[in-house]
Nanobody, 119 residues
Framework: QVQLVESGGGLVQAGGSLRLSCAAS???????????MGWYRQAPGKQRELVAA???????DYTDSVKGRFTISRDNAKNTVSLQMNSLKPEDTAVYYC??????????WGQGTQVTVSS
């Protein structure tokens, strides 16, 4: 089992920045089995979507709408993943969820953190 705890959400004006962090905890075997970590978001009335993901080799993937504005990073020694969000837009408003995928194919989710961008 892996537990994910997020922090860093909040209210910001359009054009501002926020940084989300997520800490993974669990047994050594569970943590070492994590393949990718990332962030999803879900806006009211919409499906949950992938925002950004990062693999153990630091390969990254971003949804098109955040490319050039968001940066995902990972600290394998501390078992953390962060999402730096710059130039925020009102359409970025959503609940952001930390996600971890571990071998063989387990998905873990954080409790979610609200990000609200005012216009």
């Amino acid at each position: 089992q892996v537990q994910l705890v997020e922090s860093g959400g909040g209210l910001v004006q359009a054009g501002g920045s926020l940084r989300l962090s997520c800490a993974a905890s669990g047994s050594i075997s569970s943590i070492s089995s994590i393949i990718t970590m990332g962030w999803y978001r879900q806006a009211p009335g919409k499906q949950r979507e992938l925002v950004a993901a990062i693999g153990r080799g630091d390969t990254t993937d971003y949804t098109d709408s955040v490319k050039g504005r968001f940066t995902i990073s990972r600290d394998n020694a501390k078992n953390t993943v962060s999402l730096q969000m710059n130039s925020l837009k009102p359409e970025d408003t959503a609940v952001y969820y930390c996600h971890a995928l571990s071998r063989p194919h387990y998905n873990y989710w954080g409790q979610g953190t609200q990000v609200t961008v005012s216009s």
